[in-house]
Structures are given as structure tokens and as C-alpha cells.
């Protein structure tokens, strides 16, 4: 299972090599220091197998994309005052963001297809009420507690917690350092980090279960000077933080299931559009040379993801605007089809309606063919590149 979640996310592999360092722990706790070894390399090779198979993998598809960030790029800007701001908003955002539910906002973006969450504590975007305070008293006992207790932790002799607390801790620092070092420093769009999430969840989940530990370490600090009374301490405020964080998960709770019932009706279009696009699909997809051209129509505009046509995100293996053996179009929300000989008969002039294919995505632009020449449209402009003619200001061609 380990393995697999090596390719299904790059922490995957940090994973391995903490998760058998945790385990070797184990093991040698039990004097079993030759069963600690063998751990250690066998998740280790966890890691060199996926540095493996991602290297050939790089090396096999190398004209297909272009490397666009290069190791030198990520070093030059991570001694940077951007890795400063950009640490700083980031654990505000996925750490103690999370406490402020009744104060989070999203907004819809439709070029993105997405809600985009607002950095409400980064801004300032804050009304003093009852709330907030609620929410700063909550976060502010979550924190102390938790940084007494590992803080005992260390200077204990619970080597199997502590052991614990490092894996979790350091796969949450990993994760950040992957956010802001890959993510945030190289690419300072506007919105980015408001757009994605779900960078947090992951570094939200580490953090709470190394909190955990120093949480459970608090609760042994009988016999040591001070024990009562802290254990006291904690024992009444133990309550009241458990308390506090069944109602701010409910409060989350609520507002997640009110953003869900938002972009259902949102995406109801979309649905329909999708479900008879993969009708088709598969209704197709087994002829020889399958493959279809996609009309643009600005009357019945396709649901976007980032500027792109949903249909080039999901069907791009089957579109071809120069030698297409269908065109679809959309009527209504719903996808309509005919042979290219059919469609071109029923518009002899359309033929510059067709959406040009995707040849390459990179970072910040995608590189479209359209009548045999490769133009490189930044993301802010794939929109107005598809719909309208070419503005020299904002699409480039690319040199042959």
C-alpha cells in the first residue's frame, strides 16, 4: 500500500523512509536491531524505486513537455524574501485558518471552475464579534497544550511517542516545504494558493496528529515537579478544548455542506454536458481511428477548468481539428454529434469554429496548433484565444 501511495503523491515517498524509520524504532525498542535494518531498507526502497520509475518516465515522455522549473530556479528563490511570505500565509492559511470556520468566504471562479477560498486572516478580513474570539481562545489552547506536551515529550523517556510526533511533524514539514518551495515561490499567481485548497489538508492532518502526541505526553506528566497541578490544568481545559473543537468541526461541517449544495446547482450544466459527451464517447471510442473536433459556440460556452474547455481536460486523446473523424458541438448544455463530412456540409464556413488542438500545458501558458502553426497563450487568455481572434499582445508563435 506504501508503494502505491508513492505514485499517487510525491509525499508518498518521504513517507516510506519515515514510516520505516518509525517502524525500525519499534523494532529496536524490542531488541530486534537486524528486523530494524531490514525496515529501514526496504521503505527506503520505496523511494528509490519511485525516483526510479519517475526518471525513465521523464526521460520517455521528454518531448512532451517542457521542464519549466528547473532545480536551480526553486533553489534561487527559496533563499528569498518570497519563502518568508509565502511560509508565513501558507501555515496561517491551512493551521489556523481551520479554527475560523464561521468566518470563511469562497467565491466562485467559472474560468477556473472552481470556488476559491479567501485568506481571510492573511487580509485582515476579520469582524470582531463573539466568534472570533471564540475561535482565537480555541486555537490559542490547542496551541499552548500542544507545545508543552512536546516539549515533556522530548525530555521523556516515551521514545515510541516521540518517535511518533517526529514522523508525523516532519511529513507535515516536508509538505510545507513542497507547497512553498514547488508550489507558491515559482508560481506567484494571483489566487493560486486561494484556488488549491486542498494543499491543506494534508499538512492540516500531520499537524493535528503530532499535536496528538504532545496532547497524550501532557496527560503523563504525573511525577514529575508541577505534575499535579498541570494535569489539573489540563484535565479542566482538556474538556473545554474537546468541547471547542466538536463545535468548530461542526461549524465546518455545516459550511462544507452548504458549499456542496452551492455547486451542485453550479455544476448541473456541466453534468448534463459531460454525461452526454461520454455517451458519445463510448458509444465511439472502439472504431478505428476514432477521434472528433470540438465546435465552439459562444451562445452555449463550455464549462472551463483554467481556461480550458472541460473537454480538452477529459477527452484530449480523442480530439483531432485537422483530420477529425466527428465534430461535436453543444446545444442546449447538451452534446450533439455528426460525421466531419455531415457537419461540413451543414456549414460549409465553420470550419475556424473548430477549437484548435492542445499541443503542450506548461505553468504559465498552453501551446495550441491551429491552421499548422503553434501559438503559446498565456493561461489568463486561453479564453479570449479560443472565442475571438488572436491578439498579438497576448498569444505568441512559437518558433519552429
Request: aromatic share 12%; proline share 4%; charged share 15%.
Amino acid at each position: 500500500m506504501i508503494l502505491l501511495a508513492a505514485f499517487t503523491y510525491e509525499l508518498g515517498q518521504v513517507y516510506a523512509v519515515l514510516a520505516g524509520l518509525y517502524l525500525a524504532v519499534v523494532k529496536y525498542q524490542r531488541g530486534h536491531w537486524r528486523d530494524a535494518l531490514r525496515t529501514v531498507l526496504v521503505f527506503a526502497t520505496i523511494a528509490l524505486i519511485y525516483q526510479t520509475v519517475n526518471g525513465l518516465d521523464r526521460w520517455y515522455r521528454r518531448t512532451e513537455f517542457a521542464n519549466d522549473l528547473p532545480a536551480v530556479t526553486v533553489l534561487h528563490l527559496l533563499f528569498s524574501q518570497a519563502t518568508i511570505k509565502n511560509l508565513g500565509r501558507y501555515v496561517l492559511f491551512a493551521v489556523v485558518q481551520p479554527f475560523f470556520p464561521w468566518n470563511a468566504q469562497t467565491t466562485f471562479v467559472p474560468r477556473a471552475g472552481r470556488p476559491a477560498f479567501h485568506q481571510f486572516l492573511w487580509a485582515g478580513e476579520v469582524n470582531l464579534n463573539f466568534l472570533l474570539g471564540l475561535s482565537v481562545g480555541l486555537f490559542a489552547v490547542w496551541a499552548t497544550f500542544s507545545l508543552f506536551g512536546l516539549r515533556r515529550l522530548v525530555r521523556s523517556k516515551n521514545r515510541l511517542l516521540g518517535a511518533f510526533a517526529l514522523l508525523t511533524l516532519s511529513l507535515a514539514s516536508v509538505h510545507v516545504a513542497l507547497i512553498v518551495a514547488g508550489r507558491l515561490n515559482p508560481r506567484p499567481l494571483p489566487g493560486d494558493l486561494e484556488l488549491n485548497a486542498h494543499y491543506i489538508y494534508v499538512t492540516l492532518l500531520f499537524v493535528l496528529l503530532g499535536s496528538a502526541a504532545g496532547l497524550a505526553q501532557f496527560r503523563q506528566t504525573r511525577g514529575t515537579p508541577g505534575a499535579s497541578k498541570m494535569s489539573r490544568l489540563f484535565g479542566l481545559t482538556g474538556l473545554t478544548l474537546l468541547a471547542g473543537l466538536f463545535v468548530v468541526g461542526s461549524a465546518g461541517a455545516v459550511k462544507v455542506r452548504q458549499l456542496n449544495r452551492s455547486l451542485s446547482g453550479r455544476f448541473r450544466h456541466f453534468r448534463i454536458c459531460n454525461d452526454t459527451l461520454r455517451e458519445f464517447v463510448i458509444k465511439h471510442k472502439n472504431e478505428p481511428g476514432f477521434c472528433f473536433a470540438l465546435e465552439l459556440n459562444r451562445e452555449d460556452q463550455i464549462q472551463e477548468m483554467d481556461g480550458l474547455p472541460f473537454t480538452i481536460v477529459c477527452y484530449q486523446r480523442y480530439l483531432n481539428a485537422v483530420h477529425p473523424r466527428y465534430v461535436v458541438w453543444f446545444e442546449q448544455g447538451r452534446a450533439r454529434s455528426a460525421p466531419v463530412a455531415t457537419w461540413a456540409a451543414m456549414h460549409p464556413d465553420a470550419r475556424t469554429r473548430l477549437c484548435p488542438d492542445l499541443v503542450r500545458l506548461a505553468a504559465h501558458a498552453c501551446v495550441f496548433r491551429k491552421n499548422g502553426t503553434d501559438w503559446e497563450v498565456p493561461l489568463g487568455s486561453i479564453h479570449a484565444f479560443l472565442y475571438k481572434d488572436i491578439a498579438p499582445e497576448t498569444a505568441g508563435e512559437v518558433p519552429q
